[in-house]
């Protein structure tokens, strides 16, 4: 059978990123790059159909490159070679704006570089900053390191963007009492199951919203595992074809009452 899209996609950011003989090995084997089996669909199947698309620690930009794209998408990291790779990466694609500026600058700028916040328009900020040192089972560091007190105010800032109508924001990271209590109110905590180079970990997400109560931006990602969205896709494909098999006034018909009961 043939490859899905999203594996033919995480094997070509592979391939690109070690084919860069002057990138350094911390670079090849990016601390943290989000390509583990399922966390792809973990995280895009929450995102909230949205406008603009923000992402900074963008590192290998997997998600970024994995996920439908927004009218406008937004990347930046300090990581000089994660740039290039991903100014190149995102060469071809209109509306994609990489920058080497640090999450904060993104962050606390957020008007200048995403015009269209409170104007109507969706925003989903995606954050996967270097998990926190307590967390960690690896001796490995990131070349752009954030530390205990850049974390408090990393979350100090997203509380504050999160107030915002239209701001939708997803953390990833491994669970930590630090962040546990700093988002415990208005916030959303999942977790799943994922390997990392000390074995078996559990990889988490905070949310300011409830994706349940919200349209996905991309339900090529919705489900919980590969067993269940397969059965979805075929739940699909069942009623798909029996719809095509009505006749016109019968398919409209149940159109009009859908739409009046979304």
Known sequence: PSRRSSDLVV???SKRI???STYREDVMEYLGKKTGSGIPHFIIG??????IY??????TGSIMALKKPAYKNIGCDLNIEMVKFNKKQFYNKPNFDIYDISAFDLLSSI??????IGQCSNVVIYLDPPYLHSTRTSDKKYLCELYEDDHIRLLKLLQELSMRAGVYILIS????????SMLEHSWFYFETQTMSRGGKRIESLWTN??????IKHDYDYVGRDFTDRQRLKRKASRYVDKFSSMLPDERYFIINNLLARI
């Open 11 to 13: 094997d070509n950011i």
């Open 18 to 20: 070690k084919q860069k």
């Open 46 to 51: 929450k995102m909230p159909k949205h406008d």
């Open 54 to 59: 923000i992402e900074p620690f963008l590192g």
């Open 111 to 116: 008007d200048v570089y995403a015009h269209g």
């Open 173 to 180: 990271g491994y669970k930590s009492e630090l962040y546990m």
């Open 209 to 214: 919203f409830d994706p349940d109560l919200h």
